[in-house]
């Protein structure tokens, strides 16, 4: 598997597929963001014999901070670590320019899918900060994450 920067038209087709196979998590708003974001901000996909497995959308939040808008994997291929790749990727080239990498994901602990989503981030270190309810852009509640990137510095004490 070889992870690189979205480059064409049938790529991003390809991505927007994989998201519309995953209905529990992708509405159709969702979608249209998505649809959106894969041409205007920057997307990584996870390809393997030409075929995508897998994408992760980053965006600039300020000068500290780098946002995953979508991260998305087929759903027969999820559980096999190119979901953990895809982030490992994106945070060896954060870490040069940022500190803190952002995560919003749905806050509504009664959804079941999002569980698998929130304990995803979890065990990779990303930390819950905020619960915000409702969320502006989305109409209902949102869990917002971050996770360092920087060494903590051990002279502040």
Known sequence: MKIKPLETESERLACLEIAKALPEWFNEAGLKAMEHDLKSETTFIAVENGRVLGFITVKHLNEKALEILWMVVRRELRGKGIGTEML?????????????????????????????????????????????????????EALIYVKCLKAKNKDYL
């Open 88 to 140: 490992r990727f994106v945070e060896r080239l954060a870490k040069a320019n940022f500190e803190v990498l952002v995560v919003k994901t749905s806050g509504d602990l009664s959804y079941k899918p999002y569980d698998e989503t929130r304990r995803f981030y979890e065990r990779r270190g990303f930390v819950r900060v905020a619960l915000i309810d409702p969320y502006p852009e989305w109409g209902e």
